[in-house]
């Protein structure tokens, strides 16, 4: 089973609206968990990276949250743009990296 | 954020031949960097796990005599793809961890093989 699951697969939402993204981890205690994106063809993108204390991180309009708890963790992404069209990885790093699957995002207008 | 820099981003190549990919640190040591495939629509397969001035650690079903994987320097990974065959084509991506366990990914290479 993977360390790392997430959810939904793939989403497709209206240009302008709010959508969050779910990551569920096994991996605990870790070192950081990281959000990327990663456009068709290209190599992953950081967006935010939190420490096991940490609960939240904005860049712009992306807002990760982070319950260790529960472990999860949400990417929020507030009134989407095309350009947001793209696959979301989160990613925990404990003693290696463990990858989620993704979930691909498509914004129409 | 650090830049990890991935050369060449796309290649063509005949069967038969092998093909060079780099793998950069632009602005820090990375004592360790990973490989990837990633298939169309698929999420990031980790192929091995490169450290600095020893040999690489390849994961199951991997082939180490196929990818061969030298990380000669802080700053340098480079994975050859060996022999090519039009099945190893597909998208090979680095990522350079830093000493704060931080993950940087390169830009990608698209492989294609004919």
């Known amino acids: 089973k993977n360390q790392v699951e997430q959810s939904p697969q793939s989403l497709i939402i209206l240009e302008g609206k709010n959508c969050t993204l779910q990551?569920?981890?096994?991996?605990?205690?870790?070192?950081?968990l990281r959000w990327y994106k990663q456009d068709t063809g290209r190599g992953p993108v950081s967006l935010t990276i939190?420490?096991?204390?940490?609960n939240t991180k904005s860049n712009g309009r992306y807002t990760a949250t982070l319950d260790a708890d529960t472990k999860q963790s949400s990417l929020h992404i507030t009134a989407s743009q095309l350009s947001d069209s793209a696959s979301y990885i989160c990613?925990?790093?404990?003693?290696?990296?463990?990858f989620g699957a993704g979930t691909t995002v498509t914004v129409r207008a | 954020g650090a830049v990890v820099s991935q050369h060449p981003s796309r290649v063509i190549c005949k069967s038969g031949t092998s093909v060079k990919i780099e793998c950069r640190s632009l602005?820090?040591?990375?004592?360790?960097m990973f490989w990837y495939r990633q298939f169309p629509k698929k999420s990031l397969m980790l192929m091995a796990t490169s450290n600095e001035g020893s040999k690489a650690t390849y994961e199951q079903g991997v082939e180490k005599d196929k990818f061969l994987i030298n990380h000669a320097s802080l700053t340098l990974s480079t994975l050859t793809v060996t022999s090519a065959h039009p099945e190893d084509s597909s998208f090979y991506i680095c990522?350079?961890?830093?000493?704060?366990?931080?993950?940087?990914f390169g830009q990608g290479t698209r492989l294609t093989v004919v």
């Open positions: 990551c569920n981890y096994t991996v605990s205690p870790f070192s950081n």
């Open positions: 602005d820090f040591q990375a004592t360790t």
């Open positions: 990522s350079a961890l830093t000493v704060n366990t931080e993950a940087f």
């Open positions: 939190m420490t096991f204390s940490e």
């Open positions: 990613v925990v790093t404990r003693y290696k990296l463990s």
